[in-house]
């Protein structure tokens, strides 16, 4: 079994080169290491994967039953379990992240989001009326069409898996645009798919990257009847503005700054751990990541000095060590971008603990994690997605205070509160303007509630039957009987 794997296009069932030839290296950020290579697509390879998409809606997959649909979905789930440890070994490979992370994780929760679409779709149902014995009205739900699906490079098959179980299961087809970075696991994603049975132009897959290669190629492309993204901000405008010519469906998850709010109240050893996770886990590439946190002040010394002992406790290192808690960042010119945010946090404010590349690892794209305090509310660090395993503490004194500085922020993706008083949980959940709100727990998730962001961080919500909302077309029929 190979752990490295060279990238072709998947269009129309088969695995191709581009036309042109054209390829770009593979790096492992773990490494610096070369592990292989992927073909290069543009508009070409865009047009030939939209065609055979447009070509299956219209074939066999259009003809399939519900319960064929809902065979084929379950048996990709079933596949990607069954090539578990690859899956994930690739995944790491690609991202840097912990392959115990990859394994126990990202691969599970990418069958599972199978399963569950699988499953939903027996529940999927359409109204109907009748205003009396001479007339009835009732809907009818068809595909949208084709739908592209563009996935960000820190989640990749695991995000990717969120969109395509649903587009397929509502009768959809697909083309899928990888992260250039993180080509591996959608590749083998298509051979599973082939694997499955499911129809040749059904799902296309085709790498490349975004402003003038496969991404703005596919936005733009007329034949294509939505889009769903996740990434970041900036992207989303672009994205949109280039859809629009078509009057494409749009969904957006993008970037998020999420309060993680601390009252005096709350349970500190459940915070700790749990704080722990969503600043550090992945890196702190989560678009959910509590990277700003507001402690009241009663319990601020007490909570920093307790968070910065197990932060200590952390291992950065090899992502295949099973000991490691947090990998290589996903490159070089990322982990500048994370050193850019340092250095302002270091004119602004003060690194309390790490900051710097760990002792004796001179290959790799690693940072250790890093705790920042002192700085002042309009600073950069704490207004915008840093995007690594970078938390800044905040002491705040009033609930009123806190609620208004959470909210001041462009983004609105997620927010978690942490107290013992069931009242003021509410009482805050219901003034924070974000799309995901816990209260006592961090990306605790059920496929069936509505997931999204407001203001910048997304449009629209995914999940259960807001995902069969996206991914479908409502039709009313009215007899006169």
């Given at each position: 079994m190979?752990?490295?794997?060279?990238?072709?296009?998947?269009?129309?069932?088969?695995?191709?080169?581009?036309?042109?030839?054209?390829?770009?290296?593979?790096?492992?950020p773990a490494t610096e290491e070369e592990i292989g290579w992927v073909a290069e697509g543009g508009k070409r390879e865009i047009d030939r994967a939209v065609e055979?998409?447009?070509?299956?809606?219209?074939?066999e997959w259009g003809r399939y039953s519900i319960r064929d649909r809902i065979a084929v979905v379950r048996r990709i789930g079933d596949l990607i379990l069954e090539r578990k440890e690859e899956f994930a070994r690739l995944e790491s490979l690609d991202t840097g992240k912990p392959y115990t992370l990859s394994l126990n994780l990202d691969i599970p929760r990418a069958a599972y989001n199978f399963h569950f679409f699988a499953d939903y779709l027996h529940s999927v149902g359409t109204e109907s009326y009748q205003m009396d014995a001479g007339?009835?009205?009732y809907a009818i739900r068809r595909p949208i069409g084709v739908v592209g699906l563009i996935n960000p490079w820190n989640l990749p098959l695991l995000l990717l898996t969120w969109k395509m179980a649903p587009a397929l299961a509502m009768g959809n087809t697909v083309v899928a645009k990888p992260a250039e970075l993180t080509p591996m696991t959608a590749t083998l994603l298509a051979e599973v798919i082939k694997e499955a049975g499911v129809p040749d132009g059904v799902v296309n897959v085709v790498h490349g990257f975004g402003p003038n290669s496969a991404g703005s190629f596919l936005t733009e492309h007329p034949d294509v009847n939505a889009i769903s993204f996740t990434g970041e901000t900036h992207t989303g405008k672009?994205?949109?503005a280039a859809a629009s010519k078509s009057l494409k469906r749009l969904s957006f998850e993008l970037g998020g700054k999420n309060?993680?709010?601390?009252?005096?109240?709350?349970?500190?050893d459940e915070v700790i751990e749990t704080t722990i996770q969503s600043s550090f886990s992945n890196q702190g590439e989560v678009c959910l990541a509590g990277s700003r946190i507001y402690v009241q002040r009663p319990i601020y010394d007490q909570f920093l000095e307790r968070f910065v002992e197990r932060t200590k406790q952390l291992i950065v290192g090899d992502p295949f060590d099973p000991k490691?808690?947090?990998?290589?960042?996903?490159?070089?010119?990322?982990l500048e971008r994370v050193n850019g945010y340092l250095d302002i946090a270091r004119n602004e404010g003060r690194i309390l603990l790490g900051g710097k590349r760990p002792e004796g690892m001179e290959k790799g794209y690693y940072l250790e994690p890093?705790?920042?305090v002192d700085l002042p509310e309009q600073c950069r660090v704490v207004k915008e997605e840093v995007f690594g395993p970078v938390a800044s503490i905040l002491p705040f004194d009033t609930e009123e205070e806190v609620i208004a500085r959470a909210n001041a922020t462009e983004y609105g993706l997620s927010a978690t509160i942490w107290t013992n008083d069931l009242r003021r949980a509410h009482r805050v959940a219901h003034q924070i303007e974000a799309g995901v709100i816990w209260i006592n727990t961090w990306f605790l998730r059920d496929l069936r509630t509505p997931f999204g962001g407001m203001k910048h961080s997304g449009i629209g919500r995914e999940g259960g039957a807001h995902s069969v909302e996206f991914y479908s077309e409502l039709t009313n029929i009215t007899v006169k009987l």
């Open positions: 190979s752990f490295t794997k060279n990238c072709l296009h998947f269009i129309d069932g088969q695995f191709v080169e581009s036309e042109d030839g054209k390829r770009f290296t593979n790096v492992n055979a998409a447009r070509r299956a809606l219209k074939g007339q009835l009205h672009i994205i949109m309060p993680y709010i601390i009252f005096e109240d709350a349970n500190l490691t808690n947090v990998g290589a960042l996903i490159s070089k010119e990322h890093t705790i920042v």
